[in-house]
Protein backbone atom coordinates (compact mmCIF):
# COMPACT_ATOMS: atom_id res chain seq x y z
CA UNK A 1 0.00 0.00 0.00
CA UNK A 2 1.33 3.21 -1.05
CA UNK A 3 0.76 6.67 1.75
CA UNK A 4 0.73 9.17 -0.77
CA UNK A 5 -0.06 12.96 0.28
CA UNK A 6 -1.34 15.37 -2.90
CA UNK A 7 -0.70 19.04 -2.35
CA UNK A 8 -3.76 21.17 -3.34
CA UNK A 9 -4.11 25.08 -1.93
CA UNK A 10 -7.60 24.97 -3.24
CA UNK A 11 -10.22 22.46 -4.24
CA UNK A 12 -11.35 24.01 -7.71
CA UNK A 13 -12.78 22.01 -9.91
CA UNK A 14 -9.98 20.89 -11.76
CA UNK A 15 -7.54 20.07 -9.09
CA UNK A 16 -10.11 18.51 -7.52
CA UNK A 17 -10.43 16.23 -10.36
CA UNK A 18 -6.60 15.33 -10.19
CA UNK A 19 -7.49 14.37 -6.60
CA UNK A 20 -10.30 12.55 -6.71
CA UNK A 21 -8.69 10.26 -9.39
CA UNK A 22 -5.55 10.01 -7.10
CA UNK A 23 -7.29 9.01 -4.10
CA UNK A 24 -9.41 6.07 -5.71
CA UNK A 25 -6.25 4.30 -7.53
CA UNK A 26 -5.92 0.70 -5.91
CA UNK A 27 -3.01 0.27 -3.60
CA UNK A 28 -3.02 3.57 -2.89
CA UNK A 29 -4.07 5.53 0.35
CA UNK A 30 -4.33 9.26 -0.25
CA UNK A 31 -4.14 12.56 2.22
CA UNK A 32 -4.71 15.88 0.60
CA UNK A 33 -2.86 18.89 2.06
CA UNK A 34 -4.95 22.34 1.57
CA UNK A 35 -6.43 25.51 2.90
CA UNK A 36 -9.28 24.04 2.44
CA UNK A 37 -11.05 23.01 6.04
CA UNK A 38 -12.13 19.07 5.79
CA UNK A 39 -15.51 20.29 6.85
CA UNK A 40 -15.59 22.27 3.55
CA UNK A 41 -14.36 19.67 1.67
CA UNK A 42 -17.07 17.92 -0.85
CA UNK A 43 -18.54 15.30 0.26
CA UNK A 44 -17.87 13.13 -2.96
CA UNK A 45 -14.36 14.04 -2.69
CA UNK A 46 -14.04 13.38 1.13
CA UNK A 47 -14.96 9.91 0.97
CA UNK A 48 -12.40 8.68 -0.97
CA UNK A 49 -9.56 10.41 1.15
CA UNK A 50 -7.65 8.72 3.88
CA UNK A 51 -6.53 12.23 5.25
CA UNK A 52 -6.56 15.22 5.39
CA UNK A 53 -4.19 18.22 6.88
CA UNK A 54 -5.09 21.73 6.79
CA UNK A 55 -2.17 24.51 6.37
CA UNK A 56 -2.36 28.35 5.88
CA UNK A 57 -0.33 28.87 2.83
CA UNK A 58 0.23 25.53 0.67
CA UNK A 59 2.89 27.02 -1.10
CA UNK A 60 5.19 27.15 1.71
CA UNK A 61 7.47 24.56 1.68
CA UNK A 62 8.04 24.09 5.64
CA UNK A 63 4.10 23.97 6.14
CA UNK A 64 4.15 21.06 3.44
CA UNK A 65 6.88 18.98 5.19
CA UNK A 66 5.02 19.41 8.36
CA UNK A 67 2.10 18.48 7.12
CA UNK A 68 3.52 15.23 5.95
CA UNK A 69 5.64 14.26 9.11
CA UNK A 70 1.75 15.00 10.73
CA UNK A 71 0.10 12.34 7.98
CA UNK A 72 2.81 9.89 8.51
CA UNK A 73 2.00 9.55 12.18
CA UNK A 74 -1.66 9.18 11.23
CA UNK A 75 -1.64 6.80 8.14
CA UNK A 76 2.20 5.45 8.41
CA UNK A 77 4.88 7.06 6.21
CA UNK A 78 3.88 9.22 3.46
CA UNK A 79 6.03 8.18 0.48
CA UNK A 80 4.74 9.88 -2.56
CA UNK A 81 4.63 14.07 -2.44
CA UNK A 82 2.86 15.15 -5.61
CA UNK A 83 0.59 18.27 -6.85
CA UNK A 84 -0.79 19.48 -10.05
CA UNK A 85 -0.53 23.37 -10.31
CA UNK A 86 2.61 25.15 -11.44
CA UNK A 87 3.14 27.78 -8.88
CA UNK A 88 4.18 24.64 -6.53
CA UNK A 89 6.67 22.73 -8.09
CA UNK A 90 9.29 24.83 -6.35
CA UNK A 91 8.19 24.20 -3.30
CA UNK A 92 6.96 20.80 -3.77
CA UNK A 93 10.88 20.01 -4.57
CA UNK A 94 11.85 21.69 -1.72
CA UNK A 95 10.05 20.28 0.94
CA UNK A 96 10.68 16.42 -1.19
CA UNK A 97 14.34 17.03 -0.42
CA UNK A 98 13.42 17.93 3.48
CA UNK A 99 11.95 14.49 3.86
CA UNK A 100 13.83 12.20 1.55
CA UNK A 101 11.48 11.82 -0.93
CA UNK A 102 11.56 11.00 -4.74
CA UNK A 103 10.27 13.18 -7.38
CA UNK A 104 11.71 16.38 -9.28
CA UNK A 105 14.14 18.04 -7.50
CA UNK A 106 14.67 21.96 -6.73
CA UNK A 107 17.49 22.69 -9.32
CA UNK A 108 15.49 21.20 -12.30
CA UNK A 109 11.98 22.96 -10.99
CA UNK A 110 13.72 26.12 -10.68
CA UNK A 111 14.83 25.92 -14.44
CA UNK A 112 11.06 24.90 -15.46
CA UNK A 113 10.03 27.55 -13.14
CA UNK A 114 11.82 30.66 -13.48
CA UNK A 115 11.56 31.78 -17.28
CA UNK A 116 14.32 33.54 -17.25
CA UNK A 117 16.50 30.85 -16.11
CA UNK A 118 14.52 28.60 -18.01
CA UNK A 119 15.66 29.99 -21.11
CA UNK A 120 19.25 31.01 -20.04
CA UNK A 121 19.30 27.02 -19.63
CA UNK A 122 18.11 26.53 -23.27
CA UNK A 123 20.03 28.91 -25.04
CA UNK A 124 23.26 27.49 -23.50
CA UNK A 125 22.25 23.96 -25.02
CA UNK A 126 21.79 24.90 -28.06
CA UNK A 127 17.96 24.82 -27.72
CA UNK A 128 16.12 27.71 -30.06
CA UNK A 129 14.06 29.70 -27.96
CA UNK A 130 13.24 34.36 -27.71
CA UNK A 131 16.02 36.91 -26.60
CA UNK A 132 15.19 37.72 -23.26
CA UNK A 133 16.22 39.73 -20.59
CA UNK A 134 15.22 39.77 -16.70
CA UNK A 135 14.85 43.28 -15.85
CA UNK A 136 14.87 45.17 -12.42
CA UNK A 137 15.27 48.75 -13.46
CA UNK A 138 13.13 51.21 -16.33
CA UNK A 139 16.96 51.65 -18.19
CA UNK A 140 17.56 47.77 -18.80
CA UNK A 141 14.58 47.17 -20.03
CA UNK A 142 14.69 50.19 -22.91
CA UNK A 143 18.38 48.84 -23.71
CA UNK A 144 16.89 45.80 -24.18
CA UNK A 145 14.03 47.02 -26.77
CA UNK A 146 16.85 48.97 -28.43
CA UNK A 147 18.63 45.84 -28.97
CA UNK A 148 15.79 43.36 -30.12
CA UNK A 149 12.92 45.97 -30.98
CA UNK A 150 9.66 45.62 -30.98
CA UNK A 151 6.80 44.47 -30.62
CA UNK A 152 8.35 42.75 -27.42
CA UNK A 153 6.52 40.46 -24.41
CA UNK A 154 6.20 41.13 -21.10
CA UNK A 155 5.40 38.53 -18.27
CA UNK A 156 6.44 37.78 -14.63
CA UNK A 157 9.04 35.22 -14.17
CA UNK A 158 7.30 32.73 -12.27
CA UNK A 159 4.06 33.32 -14.56
CA UNK A 160 1.60 30.52 -15.46
CA UNK A 161 -0.65 30.16 -18.15
CA UNK A 162 -0.19 33.77 -19.57
CA UNK A 163 -1.36 35.29 -16.32
CA UNK A 164 -0.07 39.54 -16.46
CA UNK A 165 1.35 38.79 -19.97
CA UNK A 166 1.38 41.47 -22.35
CA UNK A 167 2.30 42.20 -26.13
CA UNK A 168 4.03 45.53 -25.88
CA UNK A 169 3.92 46.68 -29.51
CA UNK A 170 6.20 50.49 -29.24
CA UNK A 171 8.19 52.60 -26.51
CA UNK A 172 5.23 54.27 -25.69
CA UNK A 173 3.30 50.55 -24.59
CA UNK A 174 7.21 49.77 -23.07
CA UNK A 175 6.61 52.97 -20.86
CA UNK A 176 3.27 52.11 -20.05
CA UNK A 177 3.95 48.61 -18.59
CA UNK A 178 7.25 50.20 -16.77
CA UNK A 179 4.76 53.07 -15.47
CA UNK A 180 2.07 49.97 -13.99
CA UNK A 181 4.77 47.80 -12.82
CA UNK A 182 8.09 49.05 -12.51
CA UNK A 183 10.61 46.67 -12.22
CA UNK A 184 12.95 46.71 -8.95
CA UNK A 185 15.68 43.96 -7.51
CA UNK A 186 12.96 42.34 -5.69
CA UNK A 187 10.20 42.22 -8.13
CA UNK A 188 11.86 41.54 -11.74
CA UNK A 189 9.96 41.56 -14.82
CA UNK A 190 10.96 39.72 -18.03
CA UNK A 191 11.11 40.91 -21.72
CA UNK A 192 10.97 38.61 -24.23
CA UNK A 193 11.41 38.64 -27.96
CA UNK A 194 8.30 38.28 -29.25
CA UNK A 195 8.16 34.98 -31.63
CA UNK A 196 5.69 34.82 -34.78
CA UNK A 197 4.15 31.90 -36.62
CA UNK A 198 2.05 28.76 -35.33
CA UNK A 199 1.62 27.87 -31.50
CA UNK A 200 2.07 25.10 -30.75
CA UNK A 201 1.90 22.79 -27.63
CA UNK A 202 4.20 19.50 -26.79
CA UNK A 203 3.07 17.60 -23.98
CA UNK A 204 5.33 14.38 -22.92
CA UNK A 205 6.27 12.15 -20.78
CA UNK A 206 10.06 11.70 -19.71
CA UNK A 207 11.14 8.57 -17.33
CA UNK A 208 14.69 8.06 -16.94
CA UNK A 209 15.36 11.24 -18.92
CA UNK A 210 13.97 9.67 -22.13
CA UNK A 211 11.14 10.84 -23.41
CA UNK A 212 8.57 8.06 -24.32
CA UNK A 213 5.56 9.31 -25.24
CA UNK A 214 4.27 12.99 -26.76
CA UNK A 215 1.50 15.04 -27.59
CA UNK A 216 0.92 17.75 -30.14
CA UNK A 217 -1.54 20.53 -29.94
CA UNK A 218 -2.34 23.51 -32.04
CA UNK A 219 -3.49 26.53 -30.92
CA UNK A 220 -5.97 28.93 -33.00
CA UNK A 221 -5.36 31.94 -32.75
CA UNK A 222 -2.11 32.01 -30.15
CA UNK A 223 -2.78 33.03 -27.06
CA UNK A 224 -1.60 36.53 -26.79
CA UNK A 225 -3.64 37.19 -29.79
CA UNK A 226 -6.27 35.77 -27.38
CA UNK A 227 -5.55 37.93 -24.54
CA UNK A 228 -5.29 41.32 -26.72
CA UNK A 229 -8.38 40.81 -27.98
CA UNK A 230 -11.13 39.11 -25.49
CA UNK A 231 -14.27 38.89 -27.74
CA UNK A 232 -12.06 36.39 -29.40
CA UNK A 233 -13.48 32.73 -29.53
CA UNK A 234 -10.61 30.52 -29.90
CA UNK A 235 -9.74 26.45 -30.26
CA UNK A 236 -7.01 23.88 -29.34
CA UNK A 237 -6.79 20.94 -31.71
CA UNK A 238 -5.63 17.52 -30.67
CA UNK A 239 -4.70 16.21 -34.25
CA UNK A 240 -5.11 12.35 -34.70
CA UNK A 241 -1.74 12.18 -36.71
CA UNK A 242 1.32 13.90 -35.61
CA UNK A 243 3.66 12.87 -38.48
CA UNK A 244 2.82 15.92 -40.54
CA UNK A 245 6.03 17.78 -41.45
CA UNK A 246 5.27 20.70 -39.30
CA UNK A 247 5.68 18.14 -36.10
CA UNK A 248 8.87 16.81 -37.44
CA UNK A 249 11.96 19.43 -35.53
CA UNK A 250 9.90 19.82 -32.43
CA UNK A 251 10.13 15.81 -31.98
CA UNK A 252 14.08 16.19 -31.17
CA UNK A 253 13.76 19.92 -30.22
CA UNK A 254 11.38 19.11 -27.39
CA UNK A 255 13.07 15.93 -25.82
CA UNK A 256 16.23 18.05 -25.95
CA UNK A 257 15.00 21.16 -24.17
CA UNK A 258 13.63 18.38 -21.82
CA UNK A 259 16.71 17.03 -21.18
CA UNK A 260 18.91 20.79 -21.07
CA UNK A 261 16.50 21.19 -18.16
CA UNK A 262 17.17 18.35 -16.27
CA UNK A 263 13.46 16.73 -16.59
CA UNK A 264 14.12 12.92 -15.88
CA UNK A 265 10.69 11.76 -14.69
CA UNK A 266 7.51 14.15 -15.50
CA UNK A 267 4.59 14.98 -17.76
CA UNK A 268 5.30 18.39 -18.93
CA UNK A 269 3.32 20.90 -21.18
CA UNK A 270 6.06 22.71 -23.55
CA UNK A 271 4.69 25.25 -25.51
CA UNK A 272 6.37 25.84 -28.88
CA UNK A 273 6.69 28.56 -32.29
CA UNK A 274 6.88 27.14 -35.86
CA UNK A 275 7.99 30.38 -37.32
CA UNK A 276 6.95 31.45 -40.70
CA UNK A 277 10.40 29.94 -42.32
CA UNK A 278 9.67 26.31 -40.36
CA UNK A 279 12.55 27.19 -37.77
CA UNK A 280 11.20 26.21 -34.33
CA UNK A 281 11.69 28.01 -31.15
CA UNK A 282 10.84 26.62 -27.69
CA UNK A 283 8.43 29.38 -25.40
CA UNK A 284 8.03 27.66 -22.13
CA UNK A 285 7.75 24.50 -20.44
CA UNK A 286 5.86 23.55 -17.38
CA UNK A 287 6.21 20.17 -15.59
CA UNK A 288 3.04 19.43 -14.40
CA UNK A 289 -0.31 18.63 -16.21
CA UNK A 290 -1.82 20.89 -19.00
CA UNK A 291 -4.51 23.11 -18.31
CA UNK A 292 -7.41 24.74 -20.47
CA UNK A 293 -8.94 21.30 -20.88
CA UNK A 294 -5.73 19.41 -22.68
CA UNK A 295 -5.30 17.49 -19.85
CA UNK A 296 -9.21 16.19 -20.71
CA UNK A 297 -8.51 16.07 -24.92
CA UNK A 298 -5.74 13.89 -24.19
CA UNK A 299 -7.75 11.53 -22.52
CA UNK A 300 -10.60 11.60 -25.47
CA UNK A 301 -8.16 11.46 -28.46
CA UNK A 302 -6.51 8.07 -26.70
CA UNK A 303 -10.07 6.95 -25.12
CA UNK A 304 -8.13 6.74 -21.59
CA UNK A 305 -8.26 8.68 -18.70
CA UNK A 306 -5.78 11.02 -18.71
CA UNK A 307 -6.00 12.55 -14.79
CA UNK A 308 -5.56 8.67 -14.29
CA UNK A 309 -2.84 8.40 -16.24
CA UNK A 310 -0.92 11.10 -14.32
CA UNK A 311 -1.63 9.91 -10.80
CA UNK A 312 -0.10 6.59 -11.50
CA UNK A 313 2.57 8.29 -13.24
CA UNK A 314 3.84 10.11 -10.35
CA UNK A 315 2.31 7.93 -7.22
CA UNK A 316 2.76 4.11 -8.97
CA UNK A 317 5.87 4.91 -11.22
CA UNK A 318 3.51 3.35 -13.80
CA UNK A 319 2.98 4.69 -16.91
CA UNK A 320 1.76 2.58 -20.76
CA UNK A 321 1.65 4.28 -23.63
CA UNK A 322 -1.88 4.91 -24.55
CA UNK A 323 -2.77 4.91 -28.56
CA UNK A 324 -3.73 7.86 -30.06
CA UNK A 325 -7.92 6.77 -31.97
CA UNK A 326 -9.27 10.32 -32.70
CA UNK A 327 -8.51 13.79 -32.82
CA UNK A 328 -10.14 16.14 -30.40
CA UNK A 329 -10.33 19.58 -29.96
CA UNK A 330 -12.25 22.60 -27.52
CA UNK A 331 -13.85 26.04 -28.41
CA UNK A 332 -13.50 28.43 -25.70
CA UNK A 333 -16.75 30.99 -25.77
CA UNK A 334 -16.13 34.34 -25.21
CA UNK A 335 -18.30 37.01 -24.89
CA UNK A 336 -18.85 40.27 -26.47
CA UNK A 337 -19.01 43.28 -23.94
CA UNK A 338 -18.95 43.57 -20.11
CA UNK A 339 -21.19 42.26 -17.11
CA UNK A 340 -22.56 39.30 -17.23
CA UNK A 341 -23.90 36.87 -19.62
CA UNK A 342 -27.43 38.00 -20.74
CA UNK A 343 -28.00 35.29 -23.70
CA UNK A 344 -26.09 32.37 -25.48
CA UNK A 345 -27.26 32.65 -29.26
CA UNK A 346 -26.59 29.73 -31.97
CA UNK A 347 -26.41 26.75 -29.48
CA UNK A 348 -29.86 25.23 -30.90
CA UNK A 349 -28.83 25.22 -34.29
CA UNK A 350 -25.65 23.83 -33.75
CA UNK A 351 -26.64 21.24 -31.26
CA UNK A 352 -28.66 19.81 -35.03
CA UNK A 353 -25.90 20.05 -36.84
CA UNK A 354 -23.16 18.71 -34.98
CA UNK A 355 -24.04 17.64 -31.42
CA UNK A 356 -22.60 13.90 -31.95
CA UNK A 357 -19.36 15.20 -32.08
CA UNK A 358 -19.94 17.14 -28.61
CA UNK A 359 -18.39 14.87 -26.14
CA UNK A 360 -17.89 17.50 -23.05
CA UNK A 361 -19.29 21.03 -22.81
CA UNK A 362 -19.77 23.75 -20.32
CA UNK A 363 -22.09 26.68 -21.90
CA UNK A 364 -22.11 29.99 -20.00
CA UNK A 365 -25.65 30.12 -18.09
CA UNK A 366 -27.31 33.64 -18.04
CA UNK A 367 -26.80 35.72 -15.13
CA UNK A 368 -23.21 34.45 -15.27
CA UNK A 369 -20.62 36.83 -14.29
CA UNK A 370 -17.87 37.59 -17.16
CA UNK A 371 -14.50 35.41 -16.70
CA UNK A 372 -11.66 36.92 -16.32
CA UNK A 373 -9.25 34.43 -17.63
CA UNK A 374 -8.91 33.97 -21.30
CA UNK A 375 -10.76 30.89 -21.20
CA UNK A 376 -14.00 32.81 -21.77
CA UNK A 377 -17.41 32.02 -19.98
CA UNK A 378 -17.78 28.37 -21.35
CA UNK A 379 -16.52 25.59 -23.82
CA UNK A 380 -17.51 22.57 -26.10
CA UNK A 381 -15.41 19.62 -27.06
CA UNK A 382 -15.74 17.69 -29.64
CA UNK A 383 -14.27 14.31 -30.93
CA UNK A 384 -13.80 12.44 -33.99
CA UNK A 385 -11.50 10.08 -36.09
CA UNK A 386 -10.86 12.47 -38.74
CA UNK A 387 -9.27 15.41 -37.80
CA UNK A 388 -10.76 17.04 -40.47
CA UNK A 389 -14.09 17.11 -39.34
CA UNK A 390 -12.94 18.13 -36.07
CA UNK A 391 -11.17 21.26 -37.62
CA UNK A 392 -14.80 21.80 -39.09
CA UNK A 393 -17.03 21.63 -36.39
CA UNK A 394 -14.37 24.11 -34.24
CA UNK A 395 -15.33 26.19 -37.27
CA UNK A 396 -18.79 26.06 -36.86
CA UNK A 397 -18.45 26.43 -32.75
CA UNK A 398 -16.37 29.81 -33.02
CA UNK A 399 -18.40 31.39 -35.48
CA UNK A 400 -22.25 30.25 -34.72
CA UNK A 401 -22.25 30.70 -30.83
CA UNK A 402 -22.67 34.48 -29.73
CA UNK A 403 -22.32 35.15 -25.84
CA UNK A 404 -24.28 38.10 -25.37
CA UNK A 405 -23.02 40.14 -22.32
CA UNK A 406 -24.63 42.91 -20.46
CA UNK A 407 -23.58 45.77 -18.12
CA UNK A 408 -25.36 45.33 -14.77
CA UNK A 409 -26.10 48.80 -13.41
Not at 234 to 250: C, F, G, H, K, N
Not at 272 to 279: H, I, L, M
Not at 345 to 359: A, F, P, S, T, Y
Request: glycine content about 8%.
Amino acid sequence: MVVAAFVAPFLLPATARFVATAAQLPGVRLAVITTTPADRVPPELAQHLAGHWRVDDALDPRQIAEAVAGLSRQLGPVTRLVGALEQLQVPLAQARETLGLPGMDTETARNVRDKSRMKTVLSAAGVPCARHRLVTEPSAALAFAAQVGFPLVAKPPAGAGAQATYRLDDADSLRSWLGALPPREDAPGLLEEFLVGEEHTFDSITIGGQTIWASISDYLPPPLEVLRNPWIQWTVLLPRELDDPRYTAIKEIGPAALRALGVRDALSHMEWFRRPDGSVAVSEVGARPPGAQISSMLGYVHDVDFYRVWTELVILDRFEPPERQFAAGTAYLRGQGRGRVRAVHGVEELQRRIGHLVVEARLPEPGQPASSSYEGEGYVIVRHPDTAVVQDALRQIVEGIRIELVEVQ
